[in-house]
């Protein structure tokens, strides 16, 4: 007897010790609060969930779920498979430690006697974590006490639910709803009774091979379904199948770039980010843009970016960084890359030509051959279409987004101060006015979509400026600051809603039309590489972008095939129950009747600023007599050209370029085309080149010589 109380006492101590060490493990609640997933959740704002990003590499953890959230067959095979009498025992299974000791002693096989309570335990408290070795007697006791301390402070489904959260499957999985993504493509109340038995079978199990994953789940699916007889050899090749899949991606979802993003900005790898995205708006932008992108496969586009701002608060509804499988360059995120804008800086041109006071809507500006000084050299604009339209209005100028009245414009106002216009309205450039010079007017600058969409939601504000934002959390820096007058802002947003001021060049049933108020504009940067259609509702501004992410140039897209559907696609969701109505004029403007002389424009009523207005609009003398002098500017009188038999007839056209209005071509006294450039396929000989007015008069000619290899009659025009 007194040998044996010293090893008592020392029972009664180590008992008491771990008993202490077992009121040290949390509550239900504090291991909830505590769960990291490794991925964070870029959500919407209500919510919903946009992107799920991996940040811990440690560990392949997903989110929470809850017990009810979890398949029924799950928790049954779970249960059966590790803990047949889990909810009869108090923590401890005595009977299965009674089982397994008579096992040892007999050297027989036996089922385990940790139950999921034990095994809990040890996955909460690191000193009672299995080794490699195993647990040792000290640690064994030690899982007992806090099983038994755990079931009493803690409810069964408490219990099952941070069980199924926190046991670990098989490599780095950890959880039931990263190994359901993982193996089996689902959430987990989606598991049916095959999947939950291999998922069963992997905690007892996790590195073994699929042969032997699929014998103990096959024995599981039998101890579930008695009545029924499960496939084993099916089971086995399904086994095979689901433990080499590698799925829950680094990143899934619909909307990787702006996740980047929030999480950049967010730091310290928060559970759940918030966005001021709405998810609905951004999976039909998404379907939308790449609907159209595999419409246009044929014209060598493959990507796409798009952005939908709040015109009132600044707020981000759906950023679209790229087209996704279709790109070749899916990480590029083009809401935020740098690109040429073409055309779509026109608006801001005007707007400050007509704050200025040097414009009006009504102004006529020249649309003929123009060759500007600059510092480089002679800078001969052209227009799209390569067709020069003659005098015109400001208002058909822009809304028909002609070129060469846009650089007459920017001589005007100077490169400059259109440069200090663009950074007002939140649009930097890299490089200053003069920099860029006349080119400036047709969008040589670079700059991203985002940027130059909100410059468009300065106008649809009135002239006022506004940072965006695209977290919940977000305080836009600068807000409400004035950068364009709010009568030109006014002025060009009622041109761009001009659908028959923008038929010389889109016609009157153009898809830039929509069936409620918006204004819009497109743009073609050089070289077809980049294609816009930007536009703002009363509520929404819209920015759409169509190109490829390398620079290559698109085939035959025009600002109404490319950008331009996507765009009015968008609109119109967003205006599906939702009217949007003209702004209200602001102070200090007046709108009058107006006429043109000679014909040039049809009688309207017309917006000015106060004290700008005028009711006639027609040609000063000596535009007038350089209006009747049209001549021919290109070729040269006594041109020789010399034709290459290596080079394609097709690839050596001559160019026929002229001034004036209503013009046409003759060859040799044949007609050959109309307008104010042609190109003519030349053959040998010698031509006289004749420009023919409106009268059917010659009113000038030139004569050329063509040498060299000649081509098929049939090919002379």
């Known amino acids: 007897m007194p040998n044996r109380r010293p090893t008592a006492i020392a029972s009664v101590a180590l008992a008491a010790l771990l008993a202490g060490s077992a009121w040290a493990l949390p509550s239900f609640d504090e291991v909830r609060r505590d769960f990291h997933p490794s991925d964070t959740l870029v959500v919407d704002r209500d919510g919903e969930p946009l992107q799920r990003v991996r940040t811990d590499t440690t560990v392949r953890r997903g989110q929470w779920v809850a017990l009810a959230e979890i398949s029924p067959a799950l928790r049954t095979a779970m249960v059966l498979s590790e803990d047949k009498r889990f909810y009869e025992h108090s923590g401890v299974d005595w009977r299965a430690v009674s089982a397994a000791a008579w096992g040892n002693v007999w050297n027989t096989r036996t089922r385990g006697a940790s139950t999921i309570t034990m095994q809990l335990a040890g996955l909460l408290d690191d000193d009672l974590r299995r080794g490699g070795g195993g647990r040792s007697l000290t640690q064994k006791l030690g899982q007992t006490v806090a099983a038994q301390q755990l079931e009493r402070r803690w409810r069964k489904d408490q219990i099952l639910e941070a069980y199924l959260n926190a046991v670990p499957f098989r490599g780095e999985i950890v959880g039931i709803d990263a190994l359901s993504r993982t193996l089996f493509g689902k959430a987990p109340h989606g598991l049916d009774a095959r999947e939950a038995a291999l998922a069963a079978a992997l905690v007892r199990a996790p590195n073994a091979g699929p042969a032997l994953v699929a014998q103990r789940s096959c024995e599981l699916m039998r101890a579930m379904e008695p009545a029924s007889k499960p496939d084993c050899e099916a089971l086995d090749m399904f086994a095979s199948a689901a433990l080499q899949r590698r799925g829950f991606a680094a990143s899934e979802g619909i909307a990787p770039h702006l996740a980047r993003r929030a999480l950049k900005d967010a730091g310290a790898n928060p559970e759940t980010v918030r966005t001021t995205l709405r998810a609905p708006l951004q999976r039909f932008a998404l379907g939308t843009l790449q609907r159209h992108l595999r419409e246009l496969r044929g014209r060598n586009v493959e990507d796409g970016a798009l952005v939908v701002l709040d015109n009132a608060s600044g707020e981000v509804l759906a950023w679209i960084g790229s087209s996704g499988d279709l790109s070749r360059a899916a990480e590029v995120d083009g809401v935020l890359a740098q690109r040429q804008p073409g055309s779509t800086l026109k608006p801001f041109l005007y707007a400050e030509a007509i704050a200025e006071r040097r414009l009006t809507a009504a102004s006529l500006l020249d649309d003929s051959s123009a060759q500007i000084n600059t510092a480089s050299g002679l800078y001969i604009p052209q227009n799209y279409d390569r067709q020069f339209k003659g005098y015109v209005s400001v208002r058909t100028a822009l809304a028909a987004s002609l070129n060469v009245p846009a650089v007459r414009t920017l001589v005007m106002v100077s490169p400059e101060a259109f440069a200090r216009q663009l950074r007002s309205a939140g649009m930097p450039l890299a490089q200053s006015g003069d920099y860029y010079g006349y080119s400036l007017a047709l969008g040589s600058a670079e700059l991203s979509l985002l940027a130059l969409t909100n410059g468009y939601r300065t106008l649809a504000n009135g002239g006022r400026f506004g940072e965006t934002r695209f977290m919940s959390t977000q305080r836009a820096a600068r807000r409400d600051v004035p950068a364009i007058e709010p009568r ?74 490319g950008a331009a559907p996507v765009w009015a696609e968008l609109m119109g969701y967003l205006h599906r129950r939702e009217p949007s109505r003209a702004p209200v004029p602001p102070a200090g403007l007046v709108q009058v009747p107006v006429r043109f002389g000679d014909g040039l424009e049809a009688a309207r009523r017309e917006w000015f600023i106060a004290g700008t207005e005028q009711a006639l609009f027609e040609l000063s003398p000596e535009a007038s007599a350089t209006e009747a002098a049209p001549r021919i500017t290109a070729p040269s009188n006594g041109t020789i050209i010399a034709l290459d038999p290596d080079i394609p007839p097709n690839h050596q056209r001559v160019r026929f370029e002229a001034e004036g209005r209503g013009v046409q071509w003759r060859i040799d006294g044949n007609p050959f085309a109309r307008g104010n450039s042609a190109q003519w396929l030349p053959w040998p000989g010698r031509h006289r080149i004749e420009l023919v007015d409106a009268r059917g008069q010659v009113v000038d000619e030139v004569r050329l010589e063509v040498r060299g290899a000649g081509v098929v009659s049939g090919a002379k025009r």
């Open 488 to 561: 030109a802002a006014f002025i060009v947003g009622d041109i761009l809603s001009d659908t028959n001021a923008r038929a010389r060049t889109f016609g009157l049933d153009s898809v830039l039309g929509t069936r409620f108020w918006t204004a819009v504009k497109t743009g073609t940067s050089k070289d077809m590489r980049d294609n816009w259609a930007i536009g703002w509702s009363q509520r929404y501004t819209v920015g759409v972008w169509v190109g490829n992410a390398s620079g290559a140039p698109m085939w035959d897209v025009s600002g109404t095939s």
